[in-house]
């Protein structure tokens, strides 16, 4: 299954040598080894690993059989394994990397995360500062450059505090394989690694420093399974299923690291593959959502969550109407079911997006064949457990709600008003919501209710707006639109 002799490439001016194992047309698996260690390390595992996957075990610069340079440092291994994927024409691979290896293989998924597909790293801690301890240069030849093994060296005992921050810039589902007690590693430092890294989660095979060399067997089981995970982190065997214990907002963005997409910054994301590398917010929701909300790997629960997910990470628009066509296609039962719930825990969170009160207002509650149906779901069913005392996510939902409730019909919101009044916390935003009934272009009041439960709402008298209202509201007028000269006359009063 190896091809025993080596291969080489020249990447960056650099050559590269590696060793090949497993079929071609199988999903490629990059190894980085150890400082000091060529791709021969890997020998007790490579072919077991190799069995469904293309393995490639790479020669760092200035080890084994690859060229010895006058510069050495992680960045620019980093930059070499890069160029080794271009080179192979691999858009995204599996990076497995021991010790510095691993540092290697995470600066490189920090770097370009949209090119990881999953990430396993062995025996590491966090870039953290350490005490240095000078190397000693054993006798006689080496596998590799000793310049290498000191450039490298400086670096892990004062890391860049770059790398550290970039941790959180990892998208690749990632498994840590810790050495427990007897090895040289700090094992806190392990685990410390693990907490920074978003998606990662950690195992122990307590052998020490060199676990695949160590427990082969176990190693390769471990890996071997991790590595089977479908991208975007749902197992074989349940494609219907999204897991209970990840936030909405996690499985979408896994999901869009499984789509090559990746956010890089404030509204910024890269494909990797647009003109200049990079997308808004806005492009990734016209891009992806219809098709994430359409993915048959999942049942509709599981389509809904991740389509609420890309609302809480991108906070567009264009996808809550991507969610509304979904539903209004779905013959499932359980998607209405799915729909609230994704509405009613955004409105109950301590921030809310506004893409989300948005479409409540606009896809739900203008649209008259949708308002009330709408409207009790997300607070009418409610309403007698809206009183003083309420909890707080309870009240942020009946707040949030009301404000955007102008076009609901009266006879269905009324009773909520009614309640609502009864509770002075909500008293500002009843008072915004008989406003918005006024003056939105689908509002919905009947004057006289409305005027009476203005009267009894404990808010400032010279809030604005207020007097202007209650004068419409006397007169008798219902829709600003249906008289627009009266409010401006009451606002001259």
């Given at each position: 299954?190896?091809?025993?002799?080596?291969?080489?490439?020249?990447?960056?001016?650099?050559?590269?040598?590696?060793?090949?194992?497993?079929?071609?047309?199988?999903?490629?698996?990059?190894?980085?080894?150890?400082?000091?260690?060529?791709?021969?390390?890997?020998?007790?595992?490579?072919?077991?690993?190799?069995?469904?996957?293309?393995?490639?075990?790479?020669?760092?610069?200035?080890?084994?059989?690859?060229?010895?340079?006058?510069?050495?440092?992680?960045?620019?291994?980093?930059?070499?394994?890069?160029?080794?994927?271009?080179?192979?024409?691999?858009?995204?691979?599996?990076?497995?990397?021991?010790?510095?290896?691993?540092?290697?293989?995470?600066?490189?998924?920090?770097?370009?995360?949209?090119?990881?597909?999953?990430?396993?790293?062995?025996?590491?801690?966090?870039?953290?500062?350490?005490?240095?301890?000078?190397?000693?240069?054993?006798?006689?030849?080496?596998?590799?450059?000793?310049?290498?093994?000191?450039?490298?060296r400086r670096q892990l005992d004062r890391p860049d505090p770059a790398w550290l921050e970039g941790l959180g810039r990892i998208t690749a589902p990632t498994l840590v394989v810790a050495g427990g007690p007897t090895s040289h590693v700090p094992q806190d430092g392990v685990a410390e690694l693990v907490r920074r890294i978003p998606d990662a989660r950690m195992t122990t095979i307590p052998v020490g420093h060199l676990v695949h060399a160590a427990a082969p067997e176990e190693f390769v089981r471990e890996v071997a399974a991790f590595l089977e995970g479908v991208p975007g982190g749902l197992p074989h065997g349940a494609p219907d299923s999204a897991p209970d214990d990840v936030p909405d907002s996690e499985l979408a963005r896994r999901w869009l690291a499984a789509e090559g997409v990746t956010r890089t910054g404030e509204d910024e994301w890269t494909d990797g593959g647009s003109e200049d590398g990079r997308l808004t917010s806005n492009e990734v929701a016209h891009a992806f959502a219809g098709a994430a909300l359409r993915d048959e790997s999942l049942d509709v629960e599981g389509r809904l969550r991740l389509g609420f997910g890309l609302v809480d990470l991108l906070n567009e628009y264009w996808v809550t109407s991507e969610i509304r066509s979904a539903v209004q296609d779905a013959e499932d039962p359980r998607a209405p079911r799915a729909l609230w719930d994704g509405y009613r825990s955004r409105l109950e969170a301590p921030e809310v997006s506004e893409a989300l009160t948005y479409s409540l207002w606009v896809d739900w509650f203008e649209d008259r064949d949708t308002a009330e149906t709408a409207f009790a779901e997300v607070l009418g069913k409610d309403v007698g457990r809206l009183r003083p005392g309420a909890p707080e996510p309870l009240l942020r939902r009946a707040r949030r709600v009301l404000e955007c409730s102008g076009p609901v019909p009266w006879q269905a919101k009324a009773p909520v008003y009614r309640s609502a009044a009864l509770v002075p916390a909500l008293h500002d935003a009843l008072f915004r919501a008989v406003l918005s009934g006024y003056h939105d272009v689908y509002g919905d009041l009947d004057p006289g209710q409305a005027l009476g439960l203005l009267g009894g709402l404990e808010i400032p008298a010279d809030t604005e707006h207020l007097a202007a209202l209650r004068r419409v509201l006397t007169d008798g007028h219902s829709h600003h639109y249906a008289s627009p000269q009266a409010w401006d006359a009451a606002l001259d009063r």
């Open positions: 299954m190896t091809e025993h002799h080596t291969l080489t490439l020249t990447v960056n001016g650099v050559r590269l040598a590696y060793r090949a194992a497993g079929p071609q047309e199988g999903d490629p698996l990059v190894l980085l080894p150890a400082l000091g260690e060529s791709a021969d390390d890997w020998a007790l595992v490579r072919d077991a690993l190799a069995r469904e996957r293309r393995v490639y075990a790479l020669d760092l610069r200035g080890h084994g059989r690859s060229a010895r340079t006058a510069e050495y440092s992680l960045e620019l291994m980093r930059d070499d394994v890069l160029g080794f994927l271009d080179a192979l024409g691999l858009d995204r691979a599996d990076l497995v990397g021991h010790s510095a290896g691993a540092v290697v293989a995470h600066l490189v998924a920090q770097a370009a995360p949209h090119r990881v597909v999953r990430l396993v790293l062995e025996d590491v801690p966090a870039p953290l500062p350490r005490e240095p301890v000078a190397p000693v240069r054993p006798d006689g030849d080496l596998d590799v450059d000793w310049d290498a093994v000191l450039a490298v």
